[in-house]
C-alpha cells in the first residue's frame, strides 16, 4: 500500500498533469483564478498562490495552511477544559470520535456525551419520551425524570397552575416545574435544604443575606431573623437587613452613604458598614483595602494568581501600573514584537477569518479586545462576559474572575456568581 502522503501527492501530480502539458497551462488566467477564487472573492484564500488553477499555500510553519483553497487552518480550533477539541481538529472544526459509530459524542467542542442520555433498561433515548442535548434529557409534556422514565398523572397546564408563584411566574423563576411540584434551584451546596424554599420558591432566603454576610451562615447581619427572605430585626437594630445598630448616632441612611463613597453599593459590596465605618472583608485579607474598600488588589491578578502579568508591573488601589515595555489592563503585551504583522494578524484570526472576532486589535499574534466594550473578553475576544453571573449586582461578586461567560472563583468561594463563603468562619 502507498502511504497516505504519497497518495495525495500522486492525485495532486495527476490533477495538474490533466491541465499542464509540457510545463504549459491549458487553461486561461481567468479561469484559472475562478478555480482558485474563494466565495468572499479571495484567491486561495489570501494564503498562497494560485497555479494552473490549484493552490499552492504559503506556510509560516510547515501544514498550517491546507484545504483546496488554503482555507483550512487547525491552529483555530475551539479549545475546551484546556484542550483542542475533545476529538480530532479538521480545517478548524472539530470532528469528534464516535469509535462506535453511534455519534454520541457531539458539541462544538466535541464536549457532549449523549450516552448519557440512554436508558439502561431499554437501551432508548431518554427511554423515548424526550430529547438529548449534551447529556441532558427534555422531556416530552407529561414526563419527567433524569431519563424521562417517569409518566405524569395530570395535564400540563394542570401542573403548571401548581407550579405557579403569587407573582404569575412559574416555580418563582428559581426552580422546575415537574408533574406540578417545584424543585427548587439549591443554590448553597454546604446547606441542608437550600437558601430557595417554598411550594413555589417563592422564598429566597439570599435575601437576608447583607453583602457582607456571604462569609458566615448568619442571616440578617445576626440581628435578626429571616422569614422566607424578609428581615425580622432584633430590638436595637433597623435596616433591611437588621444591619444597622440604633444606637449609633447617625441615622441609617446617613451611614449607609458614609460607606459608599464613590459607590452604589456600602463599602463597595466588599465590607461591613455599621454607623459609617468600613471593615472590609475577606477577613485578614490585605489586598482588600481603604476606607471604603475601595481598593481590591485581587483585580491585578490574573486567573493563575500571577499579579500584572508576573513581575511586569505593580498593583495600586486594584490597577495595574506597567512598567517600561509593557501594556494591558495586567501588562500582559510586550511593546516590541519580532515576527511581521502577516504573521502576528494569521495568529489573531478566528475559524471564519475574522481578526479578533471583530471585537479587537491584533498586537504580535495576540487580541487586544476593544476596552470600551469592558464585556469582550477572550484569546480571541470571542466571550461576553455580561453572561457571568452576578450577585449584589457585581459580576462573580467581586470574588472571582469572569472567564467566557463564566465565573472562576478565588480559594474559598464556591457557587455560579461566587457568592458563597466555603472558607474559614471569623
Same mark, same amino acid.
Given at each position: 500500500?502507498?502511504?497516505?502522503?504519497? %497518495?495525495?501527492?500522486?492525485?495532486?501530480?495527476?490533477?495538474?498533469?490533466?491541465?499542464?502539458?509540457?510545463?504549459?497551462?491549458?487553461?486561461?488566467?481567468?479561469?484559472?483564478?475562478?478555480?482558485?477564487?474563494?466565495?468572499?472573492?479571495?484567491?486561495?484564500?489570501?494564503?498562497?498562490?494560485?497555479? #494552473? %488553477?490549484?493552490?499552492?499555500?504559503?506556510?509560516?510553519?510547515?501544514?498550517?495552511?491546507?484545504?483546496?483553497?488554503?482555507?483550512?487552518?487547525?491552529?483555530? #480550533?475551539?479549545?475546551?477544559?484546556?484542550?483542542?477539541?475533545?476529538?480530532?481538529?479538521?480545517?478548524?472544526?472539530?470532528?469528534?470520535?464516535?469509535?462506535?459509530?453511534?455519534?454520541?459524542?457531539?458539541?462544538?467542542? #466535541?464536549?457532549?456525551?449523549?450516552?448519557?442520555?440512554?436508558?439502561?433498561?431499554?437501551?432508548?433515548?431518554?427511554?423515548?419520551?424526550?430529547?438529548?442535548?449534551? /447529556?441532558?434529557?427534555?422531556?416530552?409534556?407529561?414526563?419527567? %425524570?433524569?431519563? #424521562?422514565?417517569?409518566?405524569?398523572?395530570?395535564?400540563?397546564?394542570?401542573?403548571?397552575?401548581?407550579?405557579?408563584?403569587?407573582?404569575?411566574?412559574?416555580?418563582?423563576?428559581?426552580?422546575?416545574?415537574?408533574?406540578?411540584?417545584?424543585?427548587?434551584?439549591?443554590?448553597?451546596?454546604?446547606?441542608?435544604?437550600?437558601?430557595?424554599?417554598?411550594?413555589?420558591?417563592?422564598?429566597?432566603?439570599?435575601?437576608?443575606?447583607?453583602?457582607?454576610?456571604?462569609?458566615?451562615?448568619?442571616?440578617?447581619?445576626?440581628?435578626?431573623?429571616?422569614?422566607?427572605?424578609?428581615?425580622?430585626?432584633?430590638?436595637?437594630?433597623?435596616?433591611?437587613?437588621?444591619?444597622?445598630?440604633?444606637?449609633?448616632?447617625?441615622?441609617?441612611?446617613?451611614?449607609?452613604?458614609?460607606?459608599?463613597?464613590?459607590?452604589?453599593?456600602?463599602?463597595?459590596?466588599?465590607?461591613?458598614?455599621?454607623?459609617?465605618?468600613?471593615?472590609?472583608?475577606?477577613?485578614?485579607?490585605?489586598?482588600?483595602?481603604?476606607?471604603?474598600?475601595?481598593?481590591?488588589?485581587?483585580?491585578?491578578?490574573?486567573?493563575?494568581?500571577?499579579?500584572?502579568?508576573?513581575?511586569?508591573?505593580?498593583?495600586?488601589?486594584?490597577?495595574?501600573?506597567?512598567?517600561?515595555?509593557?501594556?494591558?489592563?495586567?501588562?500582559?503585551?510586550?511593546?516590541?514584537?519580532?515576527?511581521?504583522?502577516?504573521?502576528?494578524?494569521?495568529?489573531?484570526?478566528?475559524?471564519?477569518?475574522?481578526?479578533?472576532? /471583530?471585537? /479587537?486589535?491584533?498586537?504580535?499574534?495576540?487580541?487586544?479586545?476593544?476596552?470600551?466594550?469592558?464585556?469582550?473578553?477572550?484569546?480571541?475576544?470571542?466571550?461576553?462576559?455580561?453572561?457571568?453571573?452576578?450577585?449584589?449586582?457585581?459580576?462573580?461578586?467581586?470574588?472571582?474572575?469572569?472567564?467566557?461567560?463564566?465565573?472562576?472563583?478565588?480559594?474559598?468561594?464556591?457557587?455560579?456568581?461566587?457568592?458563597?463563603?466555603?472558607?474559614?468562619?471569623?
Amino acid at each position: 500500500e502507498f502511504p497516505h502522503s504519497f %497518495g495525495v501527492f500522486l492525485l495532486f501530480f495527476l490533477f495538474i498533469l490533466g491541465y499542464q502539458v509540457g510545463g504549459v497551462c491549458k487553461l486561461s488566467t481567468e479561469s484559472s483564478l475562478r478555480r482558485c477564487r474563494t466565495p468572499d472573492g479571495k484567491i486561495c484564500s489570501g494564503r498562497g498562490k494560485c497555479n #494552473c %488553477g490549484i493552490c499552492i499555500c504559503e506556510a509560516i510553519e510547515p501544514g498550517k495552511f491546507f484545504g483546496p483553497r488554503c482555507e483550512c487552518h487547525d491552529w483555530v #480550533c475551539a479549545t475546551y477544559n484546556g484542550k483542542t477539541c475533545n476529538g480530532t481538529c479538521h480545517c478548524g472544526s472539530c470532528m469528534c470520535d464516535n469509535e462506535d459509530n453511534r455519534g454520541m459524542v457531539t458539541g462544538r467542542f #466535541c464536549e457532549c456525551d449523549d450516552s448519557e442520555c440512554l436508558d439502561e433498561e431499554t437501551g432508548e433515548i431518554c427511554g423515548g419520551h424526550g430529547q438529548c442535548y449534551c /447529556g441532558n434529557c427534555y422531556c416530552a409534556a407529561g414526563w419527567h %425524570g433524569d431519563k #424521562c422514565e417517569f409518566q405524569c398523572d395530570m395535564s400540563p397546564w394542570e401542573s403548571r397552575q401548581r407550579c405557579t408563584s403569587p407573582d404569575g411566574k412559574i416555580c418563582s423563576n428559581r426552580g422546575t416545574c415537574v408533574c406540578g411540584e417545584c424543585n427548587c434551584h439549591d443554590v448553597d451546596p454546604s446547606g441542608d435544604w437550600g437558601d430557595i424554599h417554598g411550594d413555589t420558591c417563592e422564598c429566597d432566603e439570599r435575601n437576608c443575606h447583607a453583602t457582607y454576610d456571604r462569609y458566615t451562615d448568619d442571616f440578617c447581619s445576626g440581628h435578626g431573623q429571616c422569614n422566607c427572605g424578609r428581615c425580622d430585626c432584633k430590638e436595637g437594630w433597623a435596616g433591611n437587613k437588621c444591619e444597622h445598630p440604633l444606637s449609633c448616632s447617625l441615622s441609617l441612611e446617613s451611614s449607609l452613604k458614609k460607606c459608599r463613597g464613590t459607590s452604589n453599593l456600602p463599602c463597595f459590596g466588599r465590607g461591613q458598614c455599621q454607623c459609617g465605618q468600613c471593615t472590609c472583608h475577606p477577613p485578614g485579607d490585605s489586598r482588600v483595602h481603604g476606607k471604603n474598600c475601595e481598593c481590591d488588589d485581587r483585580q491585578c491578578e490574573d486567573i493563575n494568581g500571577e499579579v500584572c502579568g508576573g513581575g511586569h508591573g505593580y498593583c495600586s488601589c486594584g490597577r495595574c501600573i506597567c512598567e517600561e515595555g509593557w501594556f494591558g489592563k495586567l501588562c500582559q503585551f510586550p511593546r516590541s514584537c519580532d515576527m511581521s504583522d502577516a504573521q502576528s494578524k494569521e495568529l489573531c484570526e478566528t475559524s471564519d477569518g475574522v481578526i479578533c472576532s /471583530g471585537k /479587537g486589535s491584533c498586537h504580535c499574534g495576540k487580541c487586544i479586545c476593544n476596552p470600551q466594550d469592558w464585556w469582550v473578553s477572550g484569546e480571541y475576544c470571542e466571550c461576553d462576559d455580561r453572561e457571568c453571573d452576578k450577585h449584589d449586582g457585581i459580576i462573580c461578586t467581586g470574588n472571582g474572575l469572569c472567564n467566557c461567560g463564566n465565573c472562576e472563583c478565588w480559594d474559598g468561594w464556591n457557587g455560579n456568581a461566587c457568592e458563597i463563603w466555603m472558607g474559614e468562619e471569623y
